[in-house]
């Protein structure tokens, strides 16, 4: 898993994210953050996949997938919070898992 220091709390978490980007899988949100790197929350509702397992797939996803890109989360300037929301169903993610990787990847290269 994903270090503590790179996960936001998403209980503790504001509300006053501004919009970051918005695509078919998921929307992310963002915010500025006073420490020296960038940090990653995910929401997954229940609307979206019923049982924990499917959610909890979801969030392992996107947290290996900022594991696996460390670096981004490490080097961005100013530091941010990212807060990812789900916005497709655990089998549409499932079935397209590339689609939805590659999306990830089109996020941090903005």
Known sequence: MINARYKLNIALASKDFKP???G???????K???LSNSRVGVI???KNSKTAVGRN??????????KE??????NMEPSLDFLIIILTTASDI?????????ELKNVISI
């Not at 078919?24 to 963002?30: M, R, T």
């Not at 797939?57 to 900022?66: A, E, G, P, T, Y």
């Open 94 to 102: 499932k079935d397209n898992k590339e689609a939805f990787i590659k």
């Open 20 to 22: 970051y980007y918005k």
């Open 69 to 74: 890109n460390k670096d981004f989360l490490d």
């Open 32 to 34: 500025k953050n006073s």
């Open 44 to 46: 997954v509702s229940k």
């Open 24 to 30: 078919g899988f998921f929307s992310v949100k963002s």
């Open 57 to 66: 797939m979801i969030k392992r996803l996107v947290m290996n997938f900022f």
